[in-house]
C-alpha cells in the first residue's frame, strides 16, 4: 500500500515546490516536519488541511489516495455527473428518501456549525 508521503512528494513535484523552507514557513511548521511527512510519517489534521491548501490539492487525495489531486477543483457539473455515476441506479422513491436524508443532513451540520 502506498503511503501518503508518495503522493505529498507528487503534489510538490507536481507544483513545482523545490523549496521547502517556504512552504514550512506558509504553513507554519518546521522544515524538518515536512522531511518527515515526506517520508509517510504521521500528520496532524490541521497540518494536513494547511498543506493541502498551500499546495492546492484535495484533502482526501493527500491523506488517504482516494480521488484525483485536483478533486477539489471540481465543477458543479463535475459533481452533477459523479452524483448521477453513483445515485443513478436508484428508484424515485429511493432517491426521493436519500434526498430528504441529505437535506436532513446539511440543515443539522449547518445548526451544529452556528452552534460552535
Known amino acids: 500500500m502506498e503511503h501518503w508521503g508518495l503522493r505529498l512528494r507528487q503534489a510538490l513535484r507536481?507544483?513545482?515546490?523545490?523549496?521547502?523552507?517556504?512552504?514550512a514557513v506558509e504553513i507554519?511548521?518546521?522544515?524538518?516536519?515536512?522531511s518527515r511527512w515526506r517520508n509517510g510519517l504521521p500528520i496532524s489534521?490541521?497540518?494536513?488541511?494547511a498543506l493541502s491548501r498551500a499546495l492546492d490539492?484535495?484533502?482526501?487525495w493527500l491523506v488517504t489516495g482516494r480521488g484525483a489531486?485536483?478533486?477539489?477543483r471540481a465543477t458543479p457539473?463535475?459533481?452533477?455527473?459523479?452524483?448521477?455515476?453513483?445515485?443513478g441506479e436508484?428508484?424515485?422513491k429511493d432517491a426521493s428518501t436519500l434526498r430528504r436524508v441529505l437535506?436532513?443532513?446539511a440543515q443539522a451540520a449547518r445548526c451544529r456549525a452556528r452552534d460552535a
Open 103 to 105: 437535506v436532513t443532513l
Open 45 to 49: 489534521l490541521a497540518n494536513a488541511v
Open 14 to 23: 507536481s507544483r513545482r515546490v523545490r523549496k521547502l523552507h517556504a512552504l
Open 69 to 72: 489531486m485536483d478533486a477539489h
Open 28 to 34: 507554519g511548521v518546521d522544515q524538518s516536519a515536512l
Open 90 to 92: 436508484l428508484s424515485s
Open 57 to 60: 490539492v484535495s484533502l482526501d
Open 77 to 87: 457539473a463535475d459533481k452533477i455527473e459523479l452524483a448521477a455515476l453513483l445515485f
